[in-house]
């Protein structure tokens, strides 16, 4: 089966600029999450998706990040303006279900971004 | 949400068995520990999952003592290719925000 498909993988822009990255996730998964990961860091959650509704965001920098799941199916995480501080990697992942049960969580590739 | 606390790094020796512990003092009746292995320049990778005692599959075993509190992930016969970071992570199911650490670096050596 295919796996999490993100992209760019790579994204270099200016501080201020604006930047949008795609994730499309796995097929007939309902969750899906959207985290960030800074170098020497874990992954950090920004937010989490099930199906098209938002099921927690509260880690997303909303002055100047915003994501939308519009279909219930692919994402896309945007960033306006940008900081020197948002250069990470930022990493897709998707699973069948957050319910009573935890799912296991499928990671894409991730898209590099540095903020110059 | 259980706050989780590992080791940053072990070494090892190829052929050997990694033992990593996960603390997770605070850990809520219904919460689950995780385990994920991240390569570098990868997304992390599902390694195993438990809630009580003993689990084991293909690639690792995780221990889980009756009080809760710890889990130990256990690779057996490590080779070069285990040298990643391992993370643990402890939650619910349902609507929780998964919260990885910073892991425990792994590094096999010949």
């Known amino acids: 089966e295919a796996g999490v498909a993100q992209s760019p993988r790579y994204k270099i822009i200016e501080k201020r600029q604006s930047v949008a990255f795609w994730c499309n996730p796995i097929?007939?998964?309902?969750?899906l999450y959207w985290y960030q990961q800074i170098l020497g860091q874990g992954p950090k959650l920004l937010i989490q998706?099930?199906?098209?509704?938002?099921?927690?965001d509260s880690q997303l920098p909303k002055d100047r990040f915003s994501a939308e799941r519009l279909k219930g199916v692919d994402s896309t995480l945007k960033i306006q303006p940008a900081k020197l501080e948002d250069s990470a990697v930022y990493l897709c992942a998707s699973s069948i279900l957050a319910g009573e049960t935890l799912s296991e969580q499928f990671f894409g590739p991730g898209t590099r971004l540095t903020v110059l | 949400l259980a706050k989780t606390t590992q080791p940053i790094s072990m070494d090892s020796y190829e052929g050997q068995e990694v033992n990593i512990t996960c603390s997770h003092n605070n850990i809520a009746t219904n919460d689950y520990i995780t385990w994920y292995q991240q390569f570098p320049s990868q997304g992390p990778r599902f390694i195993i999952q438990g809630y009580k005692t003993k689990v084991t599959n293909e690639v690792a075993s995780l221990f889980i003592p009756a009080d809760r509190k710890s889990s130990t992930l256990s690779l057996p016969r490590v080779s070069l290719s285990d040298t990643a970071v391992y993370y643990c992570l402890a939650a619910s199911g349902g609507s929780y925000i998964p919260t990885f650490g910073r892991g425990t670096s792994l590094i096999v050596h010949p």
């Open positions: 097929s007939g998964h309902a969750t």
């Open positions: 998706f099930q199906n098209n509704g938002v099921v927690d």
